[in-house]
């Protein structure tokens, strides 16, 4: 079962800059995409970037494009989500997240690294 080693949260303030990372136990070149989704309380799941493997096509909620910027290194199964600019509406827990069909479904996914944004 794939495994996911997410760190890079924190506590930024707005317009601040977080980079996350996440390292899976293997390789996902299986997948259709590995990337993040994140979950805020009383906020249902939403999909916040993705990578695919075949191309390395990237995927952004209309929220984030422009802000945000996911890359992956193949070579230490990681990915990475750059996030600038952030807003107090992109507090949440965000999830790495191996992707099965499309950008929009989950398949497996890690515990979490907590983003919280303050104004």
């Known amino acids: 079962q794939l495994q996911f080693v997410e760190s890079g949260g924190g506590l930024v303030q707005s317009g601040g800059s977080l980079r996350l990372s996440c390292k899976t136990s293997?390789?996902?070149?299986?997948?259709?995409?590995i990337g993040w989704f994140r979950q805020a309380p009383g906020k249902e799941r939403e999909d916040v970037s993705c990578?695919?493997?075949?191309?390395?096509?990237?995927y952004y909620t209309d929220s984030v494009r422009g802000r945000f910027t996911i890359s992956r290194d193949n070579s230490k199964n990681t990915v990475y989500l750059q996030m600038n600019g952030l807003k107090p509406e992109d507090t949440g827990l965000y999830f790495c997240?191996?992707?099965?069909?499309?950008?929009?479904?989950?398949?497996?996914w890690g515990q979490g690294t907590q983003v919280t944004v303050s104004s």
């Open positions: 990578i695919t493997s075949s191309y390395g096509s990237t």
């Open positions: 997240t191996a992707y099965l069909i499309n950008c929009l479904t989950p398949d497996s």
């Open positions: 293997e390789s996902t070149s299986d997948y259709y995409g």
